[in-house]
C-alpha cells in the first residue's frame, strides 16, 4: 500500500487522516469531495506504534505536502493530528478534528455503553461476543472479526444514513492493538491533553451531536486549554457527519470554509 494518495494535480495543502487505528482509506469520501476545493492528501497509517505513525504522517506531510498544511483529522485520526501538531507545530497551519475521541478519561467511559444500547437485542449480544473474543489473546484471524465489529458498531454511530457503506480497505488489528493501548495511556495520564501547551495554530472541532463520543469530551478540555479554538456542533449528525441525511451537506460547507 502507498502510505498517501493525492487528490488532484498539486501541490498539497491539506492533509485528512482516517480514523481506526487501522482503517485507511475510510475517510476517502470526504477527500474526493474536497479536492474540488483544494487539492488533498489521504495519508495511509501502516506503521504498528503510536511513534511509528506520528514520524509517517510527519514523513508523508514534508515529502508531498505544501507545509504548513491545513491538517484534518477523523475519529483516531483526530488524535494522531493533534500528536503530531504538538510535536511538530512547523508542519501545520491549522487543525480540524472531526467527531475526535473525548481528550479526558471519565467521558470516556460511556462510549461503548452507548454504542451497544443503540443495537437491537441480537446485534448487541453479537458485538459483546466480538468484544470477548478480539480481547482473546488466543483468538485467531482479528482483522475479519474488527471489520465485524466495525459493521455492527456503524449502526449505532448513526442518526439517520443515507449509506453505512465504508470505503476502507480492510481492518488491522496489529495497528489497532498496537497504536490504540499506548494513546489511551495517554489520554489517562493526561499528556495528551497537555500536548495542548504546545500547539500554536489554530484549532477547529466539528462533531455531530448524535456521535457516541460525547461532544463535551472535546469541547469543554479543550476550550479550557487552548487559546484559539473554536467547536461547531453539527445538529441530527452521528460519527461520520459525511453520510448523514441531516448533516452531510453542512458538514461539508463548514469544512470547505475551513480549509
Same mark, same amino acid.
Given at each position: 500500500?502507498?502510505?498517501?494518495?493525492?487528490?488532484?494535480?498539486?501541490?498539497?495543502?491539506?492533509?485528512?487522516?482516517?480514523?481506526?487505528?487501522?482503517?485507511?482509506?475510510?475517510?476517502?469520501?470526504?477527500?474526493?469531495?474536497?479536492?474540488?476545493?483544494?487539492?488533498?492528501?489521504?495519508?495511509?497509517?501502516?506503521?504498528?506504534?503510536?511513534?511509528?505513525?506520528?514520524?509517517?504522517?510527519?514523513?508523508?506531510?514534508?515529502?508531498?505536502?505544501?507545509?504548513?498544511?491545513?491538517?484534518?483529522?477523523?475519529?483516531?485520526?483526530?488524535?494522531?493530528?493533534?500528536?503530531?501538531?504538538?510535536?511538530?507545530?512547523?508542519?501545520?497551519?491549522?487543525?480540524?478534528?472531526?467527531?475526535?475521541?473525548?481528550?479526558?478519561?471519565?467521558?470516556?467511559?460511556?462510549?461503548?455503553?452507548?454504542?451497544?444500547?443503540?443495537?437491537?437485542?441480537?446485534?448487541?449480544?453479537?458485538?459483546?461476543?466480538?468484544?470477548?473474543?478480539?480481547?482473546?489473546?488466543?483468538?485467531?484471524?482479528?482483522?475479519?472479526?474488527?471489520?465485524?465489529?466495525?459493521?455492527? &458498531?456503524?449502526?449505532?454511530?448513526?442518526?439517520?444514513? @443515507?449509506?453505512?457503506?465504508?470505503? =476502507?480497505? $480492510?481492518?488491522? #488489528? +496489529?495497528?489497532?492493538?498496537?497504536?490504540?493501548?499506548?494513546?489511551?495511556?495517554?489520554?489517562?495520564? &493526561?499528556?495528551?491533553?497537555?500536548?495542548?501547551?504546545? @500547539?500554536?495554530?489554530?484549532?477547529? =472541532?466539528? $462533531?455531530?451531536? #448524535? +456521535?457516541?463520543?460525547?461532544?463535551?469530551?472535546?469541547?469543554?478540555?479543550?476550550?479550557?486549554?487552548?487559546?484559539?479554538?473554536?467547536?461547531?456542533?453539527?445538529?441530527?449528525?452521528?460519527?461520520?457527519?459525511?453520510?448523514?441525511?441531516?448533516?452531510?451537506?453542512?458538514?461539508?460547507?463548514?469544512?470547505?470554509?475551513?480549509?
Amino acid at each position: 500500500m502507498r502510505p498517501v494518495r493525492q487528490w488532484g494535480p498539486g501541490p498539497y495543502p491539506v492533509a485528512i487522516i482516517h480514523g481506526g487505528p487501522g482503517a485507511p482509506g475510510e475517510v476517502a469520501h470526504v477527500a474526493r469531495d474536497l479536492s474540488q476545493v483544494k487539492c488533498m492528501l489521504e495519508p495511509f497509517q501502516t506503521e504498528t506504534t503510536l511513534e511509528g505513525q506520528i514520524q509517517e504522517l510527519r514523513s508523508v506531510l514534508a515529502d508531498h505536502g505544501k507545509v504548513p498544511v491545513t491538517l484534518i483529522g477523523f475519529s483516531w485520526g483526530a488524535f494522531l493530528s493533534w500528536m503530531l501538531t504538538a510535536r511538530y507545530p512547523a508542519l501545520v497551519s491549522k487543525l480540524i478534528l472531526v467527531s475526535s475521541p473525548p481528550f479526558e478519561e471519565h467521558y470516556a467511559a460511556s462510549v461503548t455503553k452507548t454504542r451497544l444500547d443503540r443495537l437491537k437485542a441480537a446485534e448487541r449480544a453479537e458485538a459483546q461476543a466480538l468484544l470477548g473474543q478480539i480481547d482473546n489473546p488466543s483468538t485467531p484471524n482479528k482483522d475479519a472479526l474488527l471489520g465485524r465489529l466495525g459493521c455492527l &458498531l456503524a449502526h449505532a454511530d448513526a442518526f439517520d444514513p @443515507i449509506t453505512l457503506e465504508n470505503e =476502507a480497505f $480492510h481492518c488491522q #488489528y +496489529d495497528i489497532f492493538k498496537g497504536v490504540w493501548d499506548e494513546a489511551a495511556e495517554q489520554r489517562r495520564s &493526561l499528556i495528551l491533553l497537555r500536548m495542548a501547551h504546545s @500547539i500554536k495554530c489554530p484549532v477547529v =472541532a466539528i $462533531h455531530g451531536d #448524535y +456521535d457516541p463520543h460525547p461532544a463535551e469530551g472535546v469541547k469543554d478540555p479543550l476550550t479550557r486549554e487552548l487559546s484559539d479554538f473554536r467547536f461547531i456542533l453539527l445538529k441530527k449528525c452521528g460519527h461520520r457527519p459525511w453520510i448523514e441525511r441531516y448533516a452531510n451537506e453542512e458538514f461539508f460547507e463548514t469544512l470547505a470554509k475551513e480549509i
